[in-house]
C-alpha cells in the first residue's frame, strides 16, 4: 500500500474517530464533571484540528487525494449502499478550516454559556453537528450526504431551540425544520431519479452516467435543496430567525458550516451542471435576488445578530451566484475565507451582548471602542474582510468573484443586482461599527463590560489571524482548474472597490445625519421594503398554512364526510328506504275501491301487454 | 260461539281446500275456493269488534272479486279451448286474467294492499289460519297453471311482492301487519321460482307456513299485538322470547336456521336460469326485510334496566297445556337447515 494516501486517510479517519469519542463517552449514564466541556469537548476538536493538518500538508506538498469505501452496507440486487469517504480537495481543505473555527467557538462558548446548567448538553449537540457536518462534507455518496445534511438539520432545529422557554425560539426552530424540509424535497428527488436512472448513489459513477441523461429534473432538485438549507429567496426567512440561539450556535451553524452546506452540495456536484444553461441561469438569477434582497433587509435592522445574519444569508447568495458562473472553487474559496470573518463576527457579537448584560440592540450601544478596544478592533477587521478591503481574507475571493462576474458573458441584470448588493455591505457593515463602536454610549451605567477574560479573547484572535492571513494562504496554495481572465478595462477591474466606497461614503453621510435634525417634525415611515423583510413573512407565513389547512378541511368535511358517508354510503343508503318506505305505505288506504281498482287496471295492463 | 259451530267452520274449510286440491275441473276448483272464502267469515268476525267485522267485510269483497275474475278466465278459457281441465289451461289471456286472480287471493303484490288491514283486525289464530291455510288452495291451482304461464308476469309478480313487503314492512309496530307484509314477501319468493322448479316453490312455501306458524303461535301465547309488548314481554316466558329472536331471523332468511333453505335454494336455482338481474334484486329487498326481523328481535332482547334484583320473572306460568304445535313448529324452523336435501326431496316431485 502506498504511503502517503494510507497516512492521509488514516489521519482523516483518526479525525473522525476523536470527534466521535466524547459522544460515545456520553452515552454512559454517570454524570460528567461541570469541566467535561472544555476537558473532552474543546480538546477533541483542537486535536482533531491539528491532526487533520497532516492530511492538508500532504495535500499542499503532493496534490494526494484519496476516496475510501469503508463498508458495504446494505443492497437490493442491483444496487448498493456503502459508506464510502471522499477526501478530496473540498473536504481535504475545509475540514481543517470547519474544525479550527470550531475549536475557537468552543472556547468562546465555555465563557459564553458558562451559567447554563446545561452546558455540558450544549456542547454535546455542538459536537454532534460537527460530526454530521464532516460526515456531510467528505461523502462520497448521496446516502452519506443525506445523512450528514439531515444531521445538521436536526442539530439546528436543537439547537436554535436551546432556549426552550421562549416561545419566539420555539417558533424559529420550527420554521428552520420546515423551511429545510422543503428543501429536502429537492434532494430527495434527485437521489430518486439518481437511483432509478443511473442505479447508483456514488458521485463518481454519475458524473460518469451523467453524460448519457438531460440532467434538469435532478438539478433542479439540488437547487431546491441549496435554497432550502442555504437560505436563498424563497426559503430565506428561517436563517434571520434563527438567531434565537445563542451566539456559538449563530457562529458555528449559521455563518460557518450548516448554511454553506447546501452550495457544498452544488460545488460537489458541479459537473453534473456546467453544461446545463437552466440550472445555470437559476443559480446566477437566484443568487443575485438573494443577495441584493438580503442586503436591503440588512440595511434597517437594529439588532446585532441579525445584521449579521442577513449578511451571511447575503453572501451565501454571492456564493450560489460563482456556481451560477460556472466557478465552483471561486465559491469554495469564499466559503472559506467567509467562515473566518463570520464566525469573528458573531463571537464579537456575542462578547458585546454578554458585557452590555444581554442588550443586542445597537440604537442602545455605542462608544465601545474605548471600553472593549480588543473586541471592537476585531468587529472592525471582521467588517473590512466582509466588505472586500484589499488584502484581507474577504478580498481574495470577493474580488475574484465580481471580476469573474464582470468578464463573463452573462446576465447583466444579475451582476448589476450583485455590484448593488456589494455596496450595501459595505453600508451595513460600516452601520454596525458606527453604532457599536463609535459616538457616545447609550447603554446602561452599570453594564459588566468585561473582555479580560483568555476564553474570550484567544478564539477572537486566532479568528482575527484568520481573516487577515486566510486569503492569502489558501489561494498561493491550490491550483485553480479554471485559468481566471486577467486582462479587463480599468474601471471593471476596480468595480467592486468602487462600489464599496461609494457604499461606505454614503452610509458615512447618512449616519451623520443622526445627530443633526434638518426637519422640525422629522416623519419616519414605521414600515418600509427593508424593515418588514420585503412582507416575505407577513405574506407567507399565515398564507401557505391557511391555504394547507383549508384545503385538509374540505377534503375531510365535504368529500369524506359528506359525500361518502352522508350522500351514498350508509345515511344514503337509510335515508332512500325510508322515502320508499313511505311511498309503498301511502296506498293504503283502507278503500277497497282503492284495492280493487288497482287490481282492475294491472289485469288490464298484463293483457294489453300481451296483445302487443 | 258454540264448539259445533266451530265444527262446522274448520270443517268446511278443510272441505273446501279439500276439493281444490282433488279437482281437476275448474268448476270444482272454483267451488272449494268459494268454500273456504265462505267459511272463515264467520271465524274472523266471531268477537263482533268493529275492527274485526270490518275486516271480514273487506276480506269478503276481495276475495269474492278474485274467484269472480277467475271462474271468468275459466270460461274463456273453455269458450276458447273448448276444456275445462285446470292443468291443461293454455289460452294466454285466460291465464293472465286467472294468475291476476289468484295473485289477489294469495295477496301478491301489487295486490297486497288488503292483507295487512285484514289481519290487523283479525286475533291471532284467526291470522294465522289466513296466512297459511287460506293460502294453499290458491297456490295448488297456481302451481297447476304456472308451465304455460308468460314467465315475465311471474317474475315481475315475485321480484314486486318482495319490495313492496320490504318496504312496507319497514313502517309497522303492529306485528299482524308486520306478519301480513312476511307472508307477501315469502310469496314473493315464492312464486318467483315457479316457473322454475314448482317443487321448489312449494318447499319455499312449506318452510315459511312451518316458520309463521311458530311466530303466530308464539305471539299468541305471548298475547303480544305490537312492538311494545314484545320488550315486556320476556318476564312472562324468558324460553319463549328466545326461541322468538330466532324464529324471527329464521322468517328473515338467516343462517343456521332453515329460513335460510328457502333463500339458498332459490337463488341457486334462479342463477342457474341466467336470471342474474332478478336474483340481485330479490336478495337485495330479502335484506331490507331482515332489517325489520332483526329489529324485532333487537326489541326481545331480554335487556334489563338497571334496577334492583327483585325484578324477575313471573311466579305464575301461563298454562301450557294442550300447546304440543308450538315446539314442533319451532323446532322446524329453527333446526332443519342441516335437513335440507330431505325437505328438498319431499317436495320435488315436478321437475
Known sequence: ?612 | MPAILYFMFYASLGLGTSLTFLSSHWLTAWMGLELTTLAILPLMAQHHHPRASEATTKYLLVQASATGMLLFATILNGWVEMSWSINEMKNPYALTLAMSALALKLGLAPFHLWLPEVMQGLDLLTGLILSTWQKLAPFALLMQISQAMPPTLLTILGLSSATLAAWGGLNQTQLRKIMAYSSTAHLGWSVIILQFSPGLALMALGIYIMMTMAAFLTMKDMSSTKISTFSTSWSKSPEKMVAMILILLSLGGLPPMTGFTIKWLVLEELTKQDMYTPATLIVMAALISLYFYARLSYFTIISLFPGTTSIKTYWRQKNIKDKLILPIATTATLFLLPLMPLTLALTYFYN
Open chain 1, 1 to 612: 500500500m502506498y504511503m502517503t494516501p494510507m497516512m492521509l486517510s488514516s489521519s482523516l479517519v483518526l479525525t473522525l474517530n476523536i470527534l466521535l469519542y466524547p459522544l460515545l463517552t456520553a452515552l454512559d449514564p454517570t454524570p460528567k464533571k461541570p469541566q467535561w466541556a472544555s476537558t473532552h469537548v474543546k480538546t477533541a476538536v483542537s486535536t482533531a484540528f491539528f491532526i487533520s493538518l497532516i492530511p492538508l500538508m500532504m495535500f499542499l506538498d503532493q496534490g494526494t487525494e484519496s476516496i475510501m469505501i469503508n463498508w458495504h452496507w446494505m443492497n437490493t440486487s442491483t444496487f448498493d449502499i456503502n459508506i464510502s469517504f471522499k477526501f478530496d480537495h473540498y473536504s481535504l481543505i475545509f475540514t481543517p478550516i470547519a474544525l479550527f473555527v470550531s475549536w475557537s467557538i468552543l472556547e468562546f462558548a465555555s465563557w459564553y454559556m458558562h451559567s447554563d446548567p446545561y452546558m455540558n448538553r450544549f456542547f454535546k449537540y455542538l459536537l454532534l453537528f460537527l460530526v454530521a457536518m464532516i460526515v456531510l462534507v467528505t461523502a462520497n455518496n448521496m446516502f452519506q450526504l443525506f445523512i450528514g445534511w439531515e444531521g445538521v438539520g436536526i442539530m439546528s432545529f436543537l439547537l436554535i431551540g436551546w432556549w426552550y422557554g421562549r416561545s419566539d425560539a420555539n417558533t424559529a426552530a420550527l420554521q428552520a425544520v420546515l423551511y429545510n424540509r422543503v428543501g429536502d424535497i429537492g434532494l430527495i428527488l434527485s437521489m430518486a431519479w439518481m437511483a432509478t436512472n443511473m442505479n447508483s448513489w456514488e458521485i463518481q459513477q454519475i458524473f460518469f452516467l451523467s453524460k448519457d441523461f438531460n440532467m434538469t429534473l435532478p438539478l433542479l432538485g439540488l437547487i431546491l435543496a441549496a435554497t432550502g438549507k442555504s437560505a436563498q429567496f424563497g426559503l430565506h426567512p428561517w436563517l434571520p430567525s434563527a438567531m434565537e440561539g445563542p451566539t456559538p450556535v449563530s457562529a458555528l451553524l449559521h455563518s460557518s458550516t450548516m448554511v454553506v452546506a447546501g452550495i457544498f452540495l452544488l460545488i460537489r456536484l458541479h459537473p453534473l451542471m456546467e453544461n446545463n444553461q437552466l440550472a445555470l441561469t437559476t443559480c446566477l438569477c437566484l443568487g443575485a435576488l438573494t443577495t441584493l434582497f438580503t442586503a436591503t433587509c440588512a440595511l434597517t435592522q437594529n439588532d446585532i445578530k441579525k445584521i449579521v445574519a442577513f449578511s451571511t444569508s447575503s453572501q451565501l447568495g454571492l456564493m450560489m451566484v460563482t456556481i451560477g458562473l460556472n466557478q465552483p472553487q471561486l465559491a469554495f474559496l469564499h466559503i472559506c475565507t467567509h467562515a473566518f470573518f463570520k464566525a469573528m463576527l458573531f463571537l464579537c457579537s456575542g462578547s458585546i451582548i454578554h458585557s452590555l448584560n444581554d442588550e443586542q440592540d445597537i440604537r442602545k450601544m455605542g462608544g465601545l471602542h474605548k471600553l472593549m478596544p480588543f473586541t471592537s478592533s476585531c468587529l472592525t477587521i471582521g467588517s473590512l474582510a466582509l466588505t472586500g478591503t484589499p488584502f484581507l481574507a474577504g478580498f481574495f475571493s470577493k474580488d475574484a468573484i465580481i471580476e469573474a462576474l464582470n468578464t463573463s458573458h452573462l446576465n447583466a441584470w444579475a451582476l448589476a443586482l450583485t455590484l448593488i448588493a456589494t455596496s450595501f455591505t459595505a453600508v451595513y457593515s460600516f452601520r454596525v461599527v458606527f453604532f457599536v463602536t463609535m459616538g457616545t454610549p447609550r447603554f446602561l451605567p452599570l453594564s459588566p463590560i468585561n473582555e479580560n477574560n483568555p476564553a474570550v479573547i484567544n478564539p477572537i484572535k486566532r479568528l482575527a489571524w484568520g481573516s487577515i492571513i486566510a486569503g492569502l494562504i489558501i489561494t498561493s496554495n491550490f491550483l485553480p482548474l479554471k485559468s481566471p481572465v486577467m486582462t479587463m478595462p480599468f474601471m471593471l477591474k476596480l468595480a467592486a472597490l468602487f462600489v464599496s466606497i461609494i457604499g461606505l461614503l454614503s452610509a458615512m453621510e447618512l449616519a451623520a445625519m443622526t445627530s443633526k435634525q434638518f426637519k422640525t417634525t422629522p416623519t419616519l415611515p414605521l414600515h418600509n421594503f427593508s424593515n418588514m423583510l420585503g412582507f416575505f413573512p407577513s405574506t407567507i407565513h399565515r398564507l401557505m398554512p391557511k391555504l394547507n389547512l383549508t384545503l385538509g378541511q374540505l377534503m375531510a368535511t365535504q368529500l369524506l364526510d359528506q359525500s361518502w358517508l352522508e350522500k351514498s354510503g350508509p345515511k344514503g343508503i337509510a335515508s332512500m328506504q325510508i322515502k320508499m318506505s313511505t311511498h309503498a305505505s301511502d296506498p293504503q288506504q283502507g278503500m277497497i275501491k282503492t284495492y280493487l281498482t288497482i287490481f282492475l287496471l294491472t289485469s288490464t295492463l298484463a293483457i294489453l301487454l300481451m296483445l302487443l
